[in-house]
């Protein structure tokens, strides 16, 4: 199972912009996605998670300014982030809770996107 993430890059304080992670490989079903993010200096931490069924969590840091939405049936998550601050700046990795056609269950990680607040 491989995941690819894109949409990062430089934005100004209060812009916008949009995250993609797409999953491929041997997927009998994805159990929840979600998105992490590490600073430099500090820990990876958890960003905002959406489940099958579309239950979502988020960091309180991120509440009411970053959406989190999937496309089950391209194995697909996205992460909308509005109203984006400098402490915002990290590089941001994709995580899937993954079942594959043997009946494993793993969890995967995307190679992970810069994304930069700045003026």
């Known amino acids: 199972v491989q995941l690819q993430a894109s949409g990062g890059g430089l934005v100004q304080p209060g812009g916008s912009l949009r995250l993609s992670c797409t999953a491929s490989?041997?997927?009998?079903?994805?159990?929840?996605m979600g998105w992490y993010r590490q600073a430099p200096g500090k820990q990876r931490e958890l960003v905002t998670v959406?489940?099958?069924?579309?239950?979502?969590n988020y960091a309180d840091s991120v509440k009411g300014r970053f959406t989190i939405s999937r496309d089950n049936a391209k194995n697909t998550v996205f992460l909308r982030m509005n109203s984006l601050k400098p402490e915002d700046t990290a590089v941001y990795y994709c995580?899937?809770?993954?079942?594959?056609?043997?009946?494993?269950?793993?969890?995967?990680w995307g190679k992970g996107t810069l994304v930069t607040v700045s003026s």
């Open positions: 995580n899937a809770d993954v079942t594959d056609y043997s009946g494993s269950r793993g969890d995967y």
């Open positions: 959406i489940t099958s069924g579309g239950f979502t």
């Open positions: 490989g041997s997927i009998f079903s994805i159990n929840a």
